[in-house]
């Protein structure tokens, strides 16, 4: 029986070779040799390189912010561990300064004294929180000549109801709470201390559109072991006056807790006037 041979190679064809892995196929090279230059470009081995993403150094400034607010945080927490009675300088524009006491008792416990802190300045009072809640007590005055008398506002970590508030406690109690709180809607960027002021500051601001602000904004100034130097806002200035003295174990009332209405911030209204005098008989 024959045997079938092979189909010979034809002489002179080659079979066509198939394009190389990597390699695109870019056609018959006299086409290659009559198409423009700008046309080439697909054909090229390998796609544009994509562009490196931007340095973050080249724009320090979110890292500079991040810094600041970590900063600021630490400096709030020590803050809130630092047991101690101060006496800081309250200024506001057109009117005396005053002497504010702050007290941070060992136990947790504290209370801020505010000369003309109720009746539009006129009555000096004292705000403490305790472990039987928090308190406005009414200290002695020429507005108000009777003995130190407390009254209760509710429970320790209640809010102080607005028309009672001399707001000078806030950056020594609460504020804190929000200082040292990441998910806060605040800004922090380094600030300069005011004049005669130690310390390392921060300017503050909220980035919340909300009415009620968790603070007030402005600048915020401590010492490394925590010690507030100086806070400055809308409200006024506070400055530390001296070096602090200890904590007590525990803050005390100024008097005994009485009923009553507490004294609020506002000027008491003008007293009525009298009738007319009598005319004389003639």
């Known amino acids: 029986m024959p045997v079938l041979s092979r189909s010979p190679r034809v002489a002179g064809r080659r079979t066509p070779d198939r394009p190389r892995p990597g390699r695109r196929a870019c056609g018959p090279l006299v086409f290659a040799i009559a198409l423009p230059a700008a046309l080439l470009v697909g ?162 601001e909220t980035t919340s559109a909300s009415l009620n602000a968790p603070l007030d904004v402005g600048i915020y100034c401590y010492d490394q072991d925590g010690t507030p130097t100086a806070v400055r806002t809308e409200h006024g200035t506070l400055t530390l006056a001296g070096p602090p003295a200890p904590a007590p174990p525990t803050v005390q009332l100024a008097g005994p807790v009485v009923d009553g209405e507490p004294l609020g911030t506002a000027s008491p209204p003008p007293p009525e006037p009298s009738g007319s005098p009598s005319t004389a008989t003639q």
Do not use: M, N
Request: net charge negative; proline share 12%.
């Open 43 to 204: 054909c090229s081995a390998d796609p544009p390189s994509t562009p490196p993403p931007s340095d973050p150094a080249s724009d320090p400034t979110p890292v500079a912010a991040d810094a600041a607010r970590d900063e600021l945080a630490a400096l709030a927490a020590a803050a809130q561990d630092r047991h101690l009675v101060a006496r800081y300088t309250f200024s506001r524009g057109g009117e005396p300064d005053r002497t504010i006491v702050v007290t941070s008792a060992e136990d947790g416990t504290w209370r801020v004294d505010v000369p003309g802190g109720a009746l539009g300045g006129a009555a000096d009072v004292s705000l403490a929180a305790t472990a039987d809640g928090l308190f406005q007590c009414a200290l002695p005055s020429a507005a108000r000549p009777q003995a130190a008398s407390c009254v209760r506002l509710g429970d320790r970590d209640d809010t102080i109801p607005r028309r009672f508030d001399p707001r000078v406690q806030h950056p020594f109690t609460d504020w804190l709470d929000v200082l040292t709180d990441r998910r806060a809607p605040l800004s922090v960027s380094p600030a300069q201390p005011p004049k005669g002021v130690a310390g390392t500051c921060y300017a503050v």
